[in-house]
């Protein structure tokens, strides 16, 4: 197959992006958008922008680069990154790179971004369909590059679509039309506890005409680790496990936008992006070797090591593992002062005193501070 044969999946080529950037223009919310991003110029500022692009390129250089750079300065107290060495080493083959989930927007554009300012070429990357909700976000998304994965269908229209996002990413990656990201689980994790799905792998492998090992060799898979000092929604997500505790829990109508607009406004304090050693062969043979059900959980369990191991702890982490233990032994190896603990027990009132009254406090504290513990408690296992 051909990379035109993807049509209903793949990113806008440059034609329609023009086309679909023109619609973006003139959207009632741009000028709203345009004013948030950038408040010391006009609200048309951004619709003259995005009726002056003539490609995809210039779409992420003059636009979307810059509304990163602007939400990071207006969001977080800076954004590092490491191990960009290991990209640089591929000598321009193309990648698919694999990381933990945790913004629905911020996490691929910061890797983007990253990319962009290493000198790198940017991503494909793959978002799922049910975010998807008005023609304004799919116009922007595939216009920045997204690959649409199909959400929400039965059994049998999930596997064929599962078969054709195979397709597109192998053939991207294997005939050097773009590398490609992917979040290693379906939705954001939410209670800090990041594990790739063994179904990720199943897929990736559907498209193979080889060995197991070739397969995957095949795809170049870099883990990458983001780390963010503030969870993204941290309160909607302790929220959620909640709720789920509770019952089947059905979204709410614009549920995953407000996530969305939420993540980009949230202040974030500092990130790290850690960019992992590619997988290497002798693992992936050491996988192989396996017995054909224990294959994927051996490869996953690869992929988890480099991800957890690439995180970046910050005192929130170290913080929260001491209050949900009823310890003081990160206070006592000096990760943090009693006046930063003090600052993040009034940010844990603040943030879960905004939710329901009728919620199980104490159960919603714990669930809370177990999204910022997990990622002490899963280095620590390693």
């Known amino acids: 197959m051909s990379l035109s044969d993807f049509g209903d999946i793949r990113p806008y080529t440059d034609e329609e992006a023009v086309e679909a950037l023109g619609r973006v223009s003139r959207h009632p919310m741009t000028p709203v958008i345009s004013k948030y991003l950038f408040p010391d110029l006009p609200a048309s500022t951004m619709s003259h922008m995005l009726r002056g692009i003539g490609s995809v390129d210039q779409f992420q250089n003059e636009i979307m680069f810059a509304v990163v750079a602007a939400v990071a300065a207006k969001t977080s107290a800076g954004v590092t990154w490491a191990g960009q060495e290991h990209l640089k080493a591929l000598d321009g083959r193309k990648f698919l790179m694999i990381s933990n989930h945790r913004d629905i927007v911020l996490d691929p554009a910061l890797i983007q971004f990253m990319l962009k300012q290493e000198g790198l070429p940017t991503t494909e990357i793959c978002v799922g369909s049910n975010l998807l909700g008005s023609q304004l976000v799919e116009d922007l998304m ?10 929400g269908v039965g059994p049998r229209e999930l596997y064929r679509s599962s078969q054709v996002l195979s397709q597109y990413i192998r053939e991207s990656i294997t005939s050097g039309h773009a590398s490609i990201w992917i979040a290693q689980r379906e939705g954001r994790t939410k209670d800090g506890l990041d594990t790739t799905e063994q179904g990720l792998l199943k897929m990736l492998e559907m498209s193979g005409e080889g060995s197991f090992e070739q397969n995957f060799l095949d795809l170049r898979i870099v883990p990458l680790s983001i780390s963010y000092e503030y969870e993204s929604c941290d309160a909607r997500k302790a929220r959620e496990v909640l709720l789920r505790r509770e019952g089947p829990y059905v979204k709410k109508e614009k549920e995953d936008l407000h996530s969305i607009l939420t993540g980009i406004r949230q202040q974030k304090g500092r990130i790290h992006l850690e960019v992992g050693e590619p997988l290497r062969a002798d693992e992936v043979a050491a996988a192989a070797s396996a017995d054909r059900n224990e294959r994927y959980q051996a490869l996953r369990a690869t992929l988890d090591r480099r991800i957890v191991g690439g995180y970046h702890l910050w005192k929130t982490n170290y913080m929260a593992d001491d209050l949900l233990g009823g310890t003081t032994r990160w206070a006592e190896a ?8 003090d600052a993040f027990e009034k940010y844990i009132a603040h943030k879960l005193g905004k939710l329901e009254r009728r919620l199980d406090r104490q159960a919603l504290r714990e669930i809370f501070l177990g999204i910022y513990a997990g990622p002490v408690q899963a280095k620590e296992r390693l």
């Open 142 to 151: 595939r216009s920045n590059r997204m690959i649409k994965v199909i959400r």
């Open 334 to 341: 000096g990760k943090y002062t009693p006046a930063e603990l």
